[in-house]
Structures are given as C-alpha cells and as structure tokens.
C-alpha cells in the first residue's frame, strides 16, 4: 500500500478530519490532502509526529515488510549516530517481537545485540565528554578517571579487572559445543587473542595446534600467532625470526601484511608499521576496510605528525565515501570527521 493510502486509511480509523490531522501537524489541510493523492510525501523531520498523531510507528507508515523492518534497522544503525529514545523503544520492542515469532533467531539476537551496542556506544561518547572535562577542572579524583577507563576501553591496572577470564571460559564452551562440520575458525581467534593478552601463552599454543588442522584455517596467521605467543613470552628474538621466515612464503598475502604491521607496531616500531600497513593497503581489494589507515593515523599521532595523520583520516573518508558509498551525514564519516576535529583543536 502507498502511504497516501497509508495515511489515509489510519486518519479515518483515528476519527480524524484532514482538517483535524492539519491542525495537530502543523501544516494545511492541503498538503494532508495532496498526500493522500499521492501528490506530494510527507517531509521527512514530521514522520515521527505524523506516526504518533496516527498510533503507528514509522514503519508501519510504509506498510513494510518484516524483512524490510529488520533491514531499515540495520541500516540506520550504520548511518545514525544515535536514535531518539521513542525510535530505540520502537525497534526494541519490534525485535523483542520478533524473537518469539521469526525463524531466524540469530539474526534477531544480532541485530538486538546491536541495537543494544549502538546504545552503549553513543552513551560511552558522552561519558568520555564529560568526563574528561571534569578530570581537566580535578585531576586529583578518580571518580570520572574510572568512568573514563570504562568509557575509551583504557588500561585497567588491577590484575582481577582486566584479566579475560570470563570471555576465556565462554569461548572454550563454544569450541566444546560445536557440533558444526566443518568447523569455524572464528572462536578459536577469540580465544587465542585473550589468551595471550593474559600472558596464557601454554594454553594459546594448544589452541594454535587445534586451530591449524581445521580446514577453513588461514596459512598465514600460523606464524602471526606463533610470534605472538612469543613476544607474550618476552622472547623477541623467536618472534621476529618467526615473522622474518613467514615473511618470504607470505609477503605478497595483504592479510600477512596487515597483521606484519601490527606486529611492529605492538613492537612501538612505528616506521615499520607504518610501511607495512601502506603495502597491506595498496594489495587489498576493493570494497576495502580502513583499519590500515586508522592505525597510520594513530602511529603518525604518536610521532606528533599531525598533518599525516590528518591526512591519512581525509584517506579514510576517501575510501568510506567511494568504495562504500556513504555521504557527509553518515556514521562512518562522521565518526572520522569527529577525530579529525579533535586533532584539529589539540
């Protein structure tokens, strides 16, 4: 159904004239009218409004399906920054719906899940905000340095904080309870990464061991974990043996490359880096991720070349807008625009 059809068919049930609905809007009883003809569309910024005068929700104004709910959900996830509280209850309750009657239940549970992490992360800009202010007017308080350490994921000192025991102990129980074939790789990353940011660097091997015979493994990340587990062991030699060795089997792989310069960059050996995450760059294939240039960003920050770094966020926004094809007033680009602007002012 169209939605001046839409439109119309709701104002009748709600007892309401064109007039009437003109009147609670805003606006004539003529532009009602030439909605209901299908002459005009409603102005975007009164669709909140309009759904509300009528007991509907925005969608539902659209008549979509549920497929197209869960899709337009997503998608404004990807270019809303943060959702009015009504437009959150909104998809909250569509999907808590949801679970009880669709089929695909993990897809529901992601996209809730989601919702739920585009929450947090507009909250936890917010925090950070003000927080940081308010450390800035007393630095000798720990009240919102802690707020800000949960907020930006900064280093917790305390072992029993910051330790990843409980993520550890989920993971092993998925590995335990895959009865899929063949089997994912994608847990065992999950575990070795948390492993050996805990310095668990017997167990991480074991996993390493399991994670090589499974047919979907990729080659070239046996070497990257083996070196990991080594630097984790405070032994830099074997590590940069191990990646100088895979170097010459896995040097024209972009993914080796990638995680190459992660591992100089873990090392603080920023040129390095910087050069390996230029030739992962250049070898990666289109659409590509912009977390190669993100980490030139931050490593030229750390060596206080603001312009590079600057310029390596305008190659960020470069690459969102054409191999993504999002605008000025999405997300992703203004997520970049934000840390170009902090940059700016410091």
Not at 29 to 43: A, F, I, L, R, Y
Not at 51 to 79: N, P, S, Y
Not at 239 to 252: C, L, P, Q, S, V
């Amino acid at each position: 159904m169209e939605i001046g059809n839409k439109i119309k068919q709701l104002r009748n049930k709600s007892g309401l004239t064109q007039e009437q609905l003109a009147t609670k809007l805003g606006i004539s009883p003529q532009s009602v009218s030439k909605w209901e003809t299908g002459t005009t569309m409603p102005d975007i910024t009164l669709l909140p409004t309009l759904a509300g005068e009528l007991g509907v929700t925005i969608d539902d104004l659209f008549d979509l399906t549920v497929e197209q709910k869960l899709h337009r959900i997503e998608r404004r996830m990807d270019i809303e920054e943060e959702f009015s509280p009504a437009v959150f209850k909104e998809y909250e309750a569509f999907l808590q719906n949801q679970l009880d009657e669709n089929r695909d239940k993990y897809k529901i549970l992601n996209l809730l899940a989601q919702l739920y992490y585009h929450r947090i992360l507009s909250y936890s800009r917010k925090v950070s905000k003000l927080a940081r202010q308010a450390i800035l007017l007393h630095p000798e308080k720990k009240e919102c340095q802690w707020l800000l350490q949960k907020a930006d994921g900064a280093v917790m000192w305390d072992w029993n904080v910051s330790n990843h025991t409980s993520v550890i102990n989920f993971y092993k129980r998925v590995i335990e309870n895959d009865l899929i074939e063949p089997k994912t790789p994608l847990p065992y990353y999950e575990i070795m990464d948390n492993l050996i940011a805990d310095h668990r660097t017997k167990e991480a091997a074991e996993y390493l061991e399991i994670y090589r015979t499974l047919p979907a493994h990729k080659p070239f990340l046996i070497p990257v974990y083996q070196a990991a587990i080594a630097l984790a062991e405070y032994n830099a030699p074997d590590a940069e043996r191990i990646m100088t060795d895979a170097e010459k089997e896995f040097g024209n792989n972009s993914g080796f490359l990638f995680e190459k310069a992660q591992y100089h960059a873990r090392k603080c050996e920023y040129d390095r880096a910087i050069e390996y995450y230029e030739r992962s760059w250049e070898m990666d294939k289109k659409p590509r991720y912009t977390d190669a240039l993100e980490a030139i960003a931050i490593i030229n920050e750390i060596k206080g070349e603001k312009e590079k770094a600057l310029d390596a966020y305008d190659r960020m926004i470069q690459c969102i807008k054409e191999d993504w094809n999002y605008t000025d007033e999405d997300a992703a680009v203004l997520e970049v625009q934000r840390e170009k602007a902090r940059l700016l002012s410091e």
